[in-house]
């Protein structure tokens, strides 16, 4: 059993920043790619930002320069640092990852999801 826990999201002025966390635990012998996607009201789930096991970076082109993504291998946890952040950020965010189990089967999981409300 894995299970990937958020925190950080909450209520930010425009402009402001503010950054999630997302740790990983359970029966992991590994983790490939680790994401952060996010859905808003009447939209459909989208990607921001995803991470390799190598550290390659991939960008949804509305969060580029503004968002960064990055994790540590050793706590099997994954960061989003966003600044300079806009109303129409506004979303609950899910962490994702690709999880090597300690019996060496690959699942991909979800995070219960943290809300980012960004309002003045």
């Known amino acids: 059993q894995v299970q990937l826990v958020e925190s950080g999201g909450g209520l930010v002025q425009p402009g402001g920043s503010l950054r999630l966390s997302c740790a990983a635990s359970?029966?992991?012998?590994?983790?490939?790619?680790m994401g952060w996607f996010r859905q808003a009201p009447g939209k459909q789930r989208e990607m921001v930002a995803i991470?390799?096991?190598?550290?390659?970076?991939y960008y949804a082109d509305s969060v580029k320069g503004r968002f960064t993504i990055s994790r540590d291998n050793t706590k099997n946890t994954v960061y989003l640092q966003m600044t300079s952040l806009k109303p129409e950020d506004t979303a609950v965010y899910y962490c994702?990852?690709?999880?090597?189990?300690?019996?060496?089967?690959?699942?991909?999981?979800w995070g219960q999801g943290t809300q980012v409300t960004v309002s003045s």
């Open positions: 359970g029966s992991i012998s590994s983790i490939k790619n």
């Open positions: 994702n990852a690709d999880v090597i189990t300690a019996s060496l089967n690959q699942f991909n999981y």
């Open positions: 991470i390799t096991s190598h550290g390659t970076t």
